[in-house]
């Protein structure tokens, strides 16, 4: 079945929450903490209904007028919700963060170069 730009935006919530520890998505005070229990952060339904409801939020920022940085091509989806949100963090939750969300973008993007004919 053929990937859609709603399911590498999926993908790419989930991967921050894996591999960043980091859930836009989550409630949370603004300032890098995520306002969860230890039993809400280890629930896959609470998870997978954040990262859905980014997906949706994301590519309609995406394509509104508002969104003055313009869309990404496909296979960089996953890159420039790392990037948005490494800027995003950098503004609450903090340099190691966006420094991983910016590591993660950088690799999914040589991943994308290295697909190209």
Not at 54 to 64: G, Q, V
Not at 88 to 110: F, I, N, Q, S, T
């Amino acid at each position: 079945m053929p990937e859609t730009e709603f399911d590498r935006v999926l993908e790419a919530y989930l991967e921050m929450a894996g591999r960043a520890e980091y859930r836009p998505e989550a409630p949370s005070d603004h300032l890098g903490n995520t306002l969860l229990t230890e039993d809400q952060v280890a629930d896959p339904l609470r998870l997978s209904a954040e990262a859905e409801s980014y997906a949706r939020r994301f590519i309609y920022e995406e394509a509104s007028p508002g969104f003055p940085i313009g869309g990404s091509d496909f296979e960089t989806t996953r890159a420039l919700v790392y990037t948005i949100e490494a800027a995003r963090a950098l503004c609450g939750a903090g340099c190691p963060v966006a420094l991983k969300l910016l590591e993660m973008a950088a690799e999914d993007l040589r991943d994308a170069v290295k697909e190209r004919p």
